[in-house]
């Protein structure tokens, strides 16, 4: 997997836009753009993917960059259910999905 | 469909026992996987499988062995238990045609002990 990097923590308030981000400059033409998320004590679940348009879905917004070298998942109103670790994954070719650290989201009441 | 189920969900192992951890999934899936999830850290890929009969190695295979006899079940076999081996196990599907857009669904997960 192309090579992601995304800051260890943050923190929001609840009921306020979260900006998750990730910058990814290795990035290849054909690689898609995942993301996923780890409540507490679950396993991850899938939030949004996209290629190169921003995408929405019910949980969440995806912004990618023109150049494709960084995206932004945004939460457009963070609840406390929303803390979790958030994971930024390019999958390449047959390989499983590599999980990192991800950013830990904090939401304060 | 009940997606990808886990049992046990806790288990308390002896150093040097055996145990397998079971894996289903009902959603046709043809791609299988084995995470461990150590505290604080993210999921390391022991293995995986891109259909029946077929199996791989991950990151972190070694003191773990799989089959997958069925689409559906993918057990996951721990021979000789470790401390080292005391972890969140988390099993996954997903299915795959080509290209690399496809979700992965995960269960819950089996907490290990190893004392």
């Known amino acids: 997997d192309a090579k992601t990097t995304q800051p260890n923590s943050m923190e929001s308030n609840e009921e306020e836009p979260v900006h998750l981000p990730c910058n990814h400059s290795t990035i290849s033409g054909t690689d898609y753009i995942h993301w996923y998320r780890q409540l507490p004590s679950q396993g991850p679940e899938y939030v949004i993917h996209g290629l190169t348009s921003n995408v929405n879905n019910r949980m969440a917004s995806l912004a990618i960059a023109e150049d494709r070298k960084s995206s932004t998942l945004i939460l457009h109103r963070a609840t406390l259910r929303d803390a979790a670790v958030y994971y930024c994954i390019l999958p390449s070719g047959n390989t499983p999905l590599v999980f990192g650290k991800g950013t830990r989201l904090s939401v304060i009441a | 469909n009940a997606g990808v189920t886990q049992t046990p969900k806790f288990r308390i192992l002896k150093i040097g026992q055996s145990m397998t951890l079971q894996c289903a999934q009902d959603?046709?899936?043809?791609?299988m996987y084995w995470y461990r999830q150590d505290p604080g850290m993210g999921l390391k890929l022991i293995y995986y499988s891109v259909g029946a009969g077929i199996t791989d190695k991950g990151e972190v295979p070694n003191g773990y062995n799989v089959s997958r006899s069925t689409t559906e079940d993918f057990p996951l076999r721990l021979e000789l238990a470790a401390p080292s081996q005391t972890s969140v196990y988390f099993c996954?599907?997903?299915?795959?045609?080509?290209?690399?857009?496809?979700?992965?669904?995960f269960g819950p997960g089996t907490r290990l002990l190893v004392l």
């Open positions: 959603m046709n899936h043809n791609y």
């Open positions: 996954a599907s997903s299915y795959r045609a080509s290209g690399n857009r496809e979700t992965q669904y």
